[in-house]
């Protein structure tokens, strides 16, 4: 039978029992933006369609673009916390809000592209486009995103899959205010090139604001260290402890947004019970760090048995 000494851990809590991430207290602006969204799509859609503008049809691609991403962050928060029937996933599901904010990215610069290569095969082509309906299309589907960018800010900080649908939302409204700005310009000009000029600017500025919420992303999946968190002045707070001597083997990361995990070795010099260097470090690490979970073993100067790893 694995027994397990009392000395050797502390700090640590299971995972898999599926508690409530920073995403899941928002998912209700998740539903109400994927309402509102999924309800205008259609209509711009059936416009851009119909007018002939690329702007209109650009900006119904990242509405379409939109749905995914807040369906598949919606759907992400419902499996983030699910209990684990399998007792295989010892961390819980909470990685899918991560991967819906890594679809969100994809489904952004895939958009972004599609309006750059349309533009480009317009190139020496006279161009026809209704205005009238860029305009007030666009106007309702600016008005539309502006009511879901201000559901979905209040958890943008908090949540990186809640982030990832506030950016989308965002690009999109940036897309809103370009079929407007192109409605009004080639009215009054005439010149349907301000309909691809415009198109190819709000394309550039999604790949832009996808390439930033991609790296968040890859960081998560990467294991870096949490953002904000400064790895040298952990490792000094914790070295500072009473009865430390020494730290090895620390390793923070993040898990989802709001969820910081951390692991760490250390070595006392026997002047405090191990049970007590265990809730200070615990508590330098929730208070000062925003670590809640850590998992750390404590070990003696005088014992040899547990090296430091090299990885």
């Not at 700090?11 to 509102?36: T, Y």
């Not at 910081?260 to 760090?289: I, K, Y």
Request: charged letters at 15%; glycine letters at 14%; one cysteine or more.
């Amino acid at each position: 039978m694995l027994r397990r000494d009392p000395r050797l851990m502390g700090a640590g809590h299971g995972h898999a029992s599926g508690g409530p991430s920073a995403s899941g207290r928002h998912r209700w602006r998740l539903a109400a933006a994927f309402g509102l969204i999924a309800a205008f799509f259609v209509v711009e859609l059936a416009a851009g369609l119909w007018s002939g503008s690329l702007a209109l049809l650009s900006d119904a691609g990242h509405m379409a673009a939109d749905v995914v991403a807040l369906g598949a962050a919606l759907v992400a928060t419902r499996v983030a916390t699910r209990p684990d029937a399998s007792g295989r996933r010892t961390y819980g599901s909470y990685r899918a809000e991560v991967f819906a904010s890594g679809l969100a990215v994809l489904l952004m610069l895939g958009v972004a592209a599609y309006v750059v290569a349309e533009a480009v095969g317009r190139i020496g082509e006279r161009i026809e486009v209704e205005a009238g309906p860029m305009v007030v299309v666009g106007g309702l589907g600016l008005a539309a995103n502006v009511v879901a960018m201000l559901l979905l800010r209040g958890g943008a900080q908090e949540s990186l899959n809640v982030k990832g649908a506030y950016l989308e939302v965002m690009a999109d409204t940036a897309g809103s205010v370009g079929v407007v700005v192109a409605g009004v310009l080639v009215a009054t000009t005439g010149e349907g090139a301000w309909d691809t000029g415009v198109a190819v600017a709000v394309g550039l500025f999604v790949a832009v604001r996808a390439v930033l919420l991609g790296r968040e992303v890859l960081a998560v999946l990467g294991q870096h260290a949490p953002a904000g968190v400064d790895l040298e002045q952990v490792t000094a707070d914790l070295c500072g402890i009473d009865g430390v001597a020494d730290l090895h083997d620390l390793h923070l990361w993040t898990l989802t947004s709001g969820m910081n995990v951390a692991t760490a070795h250390l070595v006392t010099d026997g002047t405090r019970a191990g049970q007590e260097v265990l809730g200070a470090a615990r508590t330098v690490l929730a208070r000062d760090h925003g670590v809640e979970h850590a998992t750390l073993q404590v070990e003696a100067c005088a014992d040899r048995s547990c090296d430091e790893l090299d990885w």
